[in-house]
């Protein structure tokens, strides 16, 4: 069964600096990933996604994430954060199937 | 993008009481999923609906429980029977995006259930 690993619960990160939310999966056969940001009080909002091809995704708000297939990673990433960036990020797997599994959650937070 | 309505976004329950919980796409769609979110936890699976078909459960959840319908392609109910507080948290549906072949998923706003 597929399954994904956010070691962080936390990240802090200053405004203006690159930002990194790591996440690790394990799938049999070939993942697809994904990265949803959730808002206070508000739904998971879908940011972007790896399938097959370039292993660098570019998503919504300026984010992107690079696929590492030797490291089974999928770490988001963003060059330079904003404090409208504070949320909680969830990194999402699944496999042939079409139901999600569902990581811890890191909470970022930004400061001016 | 699919445009998902839940209702209620919101209630506040007694214990022993049951609560169902609507969820409406505004296209057709093979598949609906719903998850629980316990306060400060991630996502959890509670079953897959099929259109046609009774729903499919995860390890830990039941159908006496947490029954679900699927009546036609655009809308489903779970229903939170005989609640405890342990029940509190926050339901999604979510559906795949039906013109990527089902890739990523998408979310409805969610409906926060508190139980007292």
């Known amino acids: 069964a597929q399954s994904v690993a956010q070691p962080e619960d936390q990240v802090n990160v200053a405004e203006g600096n690159p930002l990194t939310v790591k996440c690790t999966y394990s799938?049999?056969?070939?993942?697809?990933l994904f990265w949803y940001v959730q808002y206070p009080n508000r739904g998971l909002q879908f940011l972007l996604k790896y399938i097959t091809g370039d292993n660098l995704v570019k998503g919504s708000y300026g984010f992107e994430a690079e696929f590492n297939k030797s490291q089974t990673s999928f770490h988001l990433k963003k060059p330079s954060a904003l404090v409208s960036d504070s949320a909680l990020y969830f990194c999402?797997?699944?496999?042939?199937?079409?139901?999600?599994?569902f990581g811890a959650g890191t909470r970022l937070t930004v400061k001016p | 993008s699919a445009v998902i309505s839940q209702k209620p976004s919101r209630d506040i329950c007694q214990r022993g009481t049951s609560l169902t919980i609507q969820c409406q796409v505004d296209?057709?769609?093979?598949?609906m999923f719903w998850y629980r979110q316990q306060p400060g936890q991630s996502l959890t699976l509670i079953a897959t609906a099929n259109q046609g078909s009774e729903a499919t459960y995860e390890s830990g959840f039941v159908i006496d429980k947490f029954p679900i319908s699927r009546p036609n392609l655009t809308f489903s109910t779970l229903t939170v029977s005989n609640m405890s507080p342990e029940d509190s948290s926050i339901y999604l549906c979510s559906v795949p995006l039906p013109q990527t072949g089902e890739t990523e998923a998408f979310f409805g706003q969610g409906t926060r259930l508190t139980v007292v």
């Open positions: 296209s057709q769609v093979t598949m």
């Open positions: 799938v049999s056969g070939n993942p697809y």
């Open positions: 999402a797997v699944r496999d042939s199937s079409t139901d999600m599994r």
